[in-house]
């Protein structure tokens, strides 16, 4: 466990309430170390990284990452793409998380794609453990990745949040060159 204390703060979405718990790097970067569609931060605790958990949680009236998130459902669906993210695991997590950054807004990908672009192509069950113990929901854009055969697949937030997350992207995404 961090001794340093985190702070966190919620916001409405249109989804439903989306919770963001950050810590602060030495240079004063807010860097997320989980987020999710609850009013309780005490949902995204345990999901954070033993090494990484923070022995307090302070509340924040406000967060300079609430402004990505009301940019993200703004329309602006990039807006996510460079916010610092921490999370830490073993070397295939670690990566997976990498690559899911750069699943493109508006192109969702499938778990066994997915686990081709890790490097794994046979770890599809690896690849989808990977979606679903990602604490920076949103962020870390696991929502992205579907079923082979197209279905919604599982998310720890719901497949109603789910299905809202892909058809705001699918309407707002950039235009692929």
């Excluded at 966190?8 to 860097?31: E, H, I, M, N, S």
């Excluded at 990484?52 to 609430?66: C, I, N, Q």
């Excluded at 669906?77 to 610092?84: E, K, L, R, S, Y």
């Excluded at 870390?140 to 949040?161: D, E, I």
Aim: hydrophobic fraction near 45%; glycine fraction near 8%; include cysteine.
């Amino acid at each position: 466990m961090t001794t340093a204390p985190a702070r966190y703060a919620c916001v409405a979405t249109p989804p439903g309430p989306f919770t963001v718990l950050v810590t602060t790097d030495p240079d004063g970067t807010d860097v997320v170390l989980a987020s999710g569609w609850t009013d309780d931060v005490g949902e995204l605790l345990p999901v954070v990284h033993r090494s990484l958990r923070p022995t307090w949680v302070e509340h924040a009236d406000e967060l300079p990452v609430l402004d990505v998130v009301a940019a993200f459902t703004a329309g602006d669906v990039t807006a996510i793409d460079a916010v610092p993210v921490r999370q830490r695991s073993g070397p295939f997590l670690t990566d997976a998380w990498e690559v899911l950054r750069t699943v493109p807004a508006g192109q969702p990908d499938t778990y066994a794609s997915f686990a081709e672009r890790c490097g794994r192509p046979s770890a599809v069950r690896a690849a989808a453990g990977a979606c679903a113990r990602n604490a920076a929901a949103l962020f870390v854009p696991c929502h992205r990745v579907l079923s082979t055969g197209g279905g919604l697949g599982g998310f720890r937030w719901g497949t109603p949040v789910k299905r809202w997350l892909l058809d705001h992207e699918a309407e707002h995404a950039p235009v692929a060159a």
